[in-house]
């Protein structure tokens, strides 16, 4: 099988996430403004180490992040 070898290096964007505080004492949450919703991620307060990452459509980007969704 041949080697598959990009023509151009790949290219990562860095996201700003948007940290909203600790859901509990070891995790915090996080969103990110996407088209439609939000990207939503729960992740451990003590590194970087990401727990999960789910969307929640908000078209109109409502949700305030304080409220419950």
Do not use: C
Request: glycine share 8%; net charge neutral; charged share 25%.
């Amino acid at each position: 099988m041949a080697e598959y070898r990009p023509q151009e290096p790949l290219k990562y964007k860095q996201i700003d996430v948007e940290w909203l505080g600790k859901v509990d004492t070891n995790h915090v949450m996080g969103r990110v403004k996407v088209p439609g919703g939000w990207l939503v991620i729960i992740k451990l307060s003590y590194g970087a180490y990401v727990l999960t990452v789910t969307f929640y459509p908000d078209p109109e980007h409502a949700w305030d992040g304080k409220a419950l969704p």
